[in-house]
């Protein structure tokens, strides 16, 4: 069992940089592929980026150049670093775990609550 808590989103101006964070429980997060998805308003769940046991990254094409993952085993966190963000980007953004996670949210078993995070023009 994996619990997951997302922190770090909030209110940023067009360009600016956030770094949302998911903090896993559970003895089996190095184990785990690491994902976020994002739902903006009125919109379907998408696939944001993710990265493997292994440290594979896998980005959607929006945000390639611009998001990085990553994640550090020892304190079972992963990390979205966000720069040049814009008013697309307004969503709320999930964290989830699967020993499986690449870009569909069927390989994840575990999914968080969700940060929002909003781009003020």
């Known amino acids: 069992q994996v619990q997951l808590v997302e922190s770090g989103g909030g209110l940023v101006q067009v360009g600016g940089s956030l770094r949302p964070s998911c903090a896993a429980s559970?003895?089996?997060?190095?184990?785990?592929?690491m994902g976020w998805f994002r739902r903006a308003p009125g919109k379907e769940r998408e696939f944001v980026s993710a990265i493997s046991r292994l440290v594979y990254l896998y980005y959607a094409d929006s945000m390639k150049g611009r998001f990085t993952i990553s994640r550090d085993n020892g304190k079972k966190t992963v990390y979205l670093q966000m720069n040049s963000l814009k008013p697309e980007d307004t969503a709320v953004y999930y964290c989830?775990?699967?020993?499986?996670?690449?870009?569909?949210?069927?390989?994840?078993?575990?999914w968080g609550q969700g940060t929002q995070v909003t781009v003020s023009s």
């Open positions: 559970g003895r089996t997060f190095g184990n785990h592929a």
């Open positions: 989830a775990a699967g020993p499986h996670g690449r870009y569909s949210s069927g390989g994840y078993d575990y």
